[in-house]
């Protein structure tokens, strides 16, 4: 069974960046599409990024466009978020998660395997 490992995170300064790490095990990431989502604090789970399979399609929402970029390896079984210009309204706990489902998806149902998550917090 596909196991996923987040790293990453930290406290970094409105205006840094970050770059978060999904590593997988126990099977090949190349069966996947990798979807990053993340959960502040009283809030709901956000999809954040989606890459598919071979990485040939992605989707950001709205708010990150233009300064997150998600990219993939699958040789290294790694999916990577690069955070550029980042807010205190980044501040979560940031997941990855797989799914098997076709087509591009943020919809956190259809994803069967998650990560334990990695914190970011963005504060000066």
């Known amino acids: 069974q596909l196991q996923l490992v987040e790293s990453g995170g930290g406290l970094v300064q409105p205006g840094g960046s970050l770059r978060l790490s999904c590593a997988a095990s126990?099977?090949?990431?190349?069966?996947?599409?990798i979807g990053w989502f993340r959960q502040a604090p009283g809030k709901e789970r956000e999809g954040v990024s989606y890459?598919?399979?071979?990485?040939?399609?992605?989707t950001y929402t709205d708010s990150v466009k233009g300064r997150f970029t998600i990219s993939r390896d699958n040789a290294k079984n790694t999916v990577w978020l690069q955070m550029n210009n980042l807010k205190p309204e980044d501040t979560a706990v940031y997941y990855c998660?797989?799914?098997?489902?076709?087509?591009?998806?943020?919809?956190?149902?259809?994803?069967?395997?998650w990560g334990q998550g990695t914190q970011v917090t963005v504060s000066s």
């Open positions: 126990r099977s090949r990431l190349e069966y996947y599409s």
């Open positions: 998660a797989a799914t098997v489902a076709s087509g591009i998806t943020l919809r956190s149902s259809e994803y069967a395997y």
């Open positions: 890459i598919s399979r071979r990485g040939g399609s992605t």
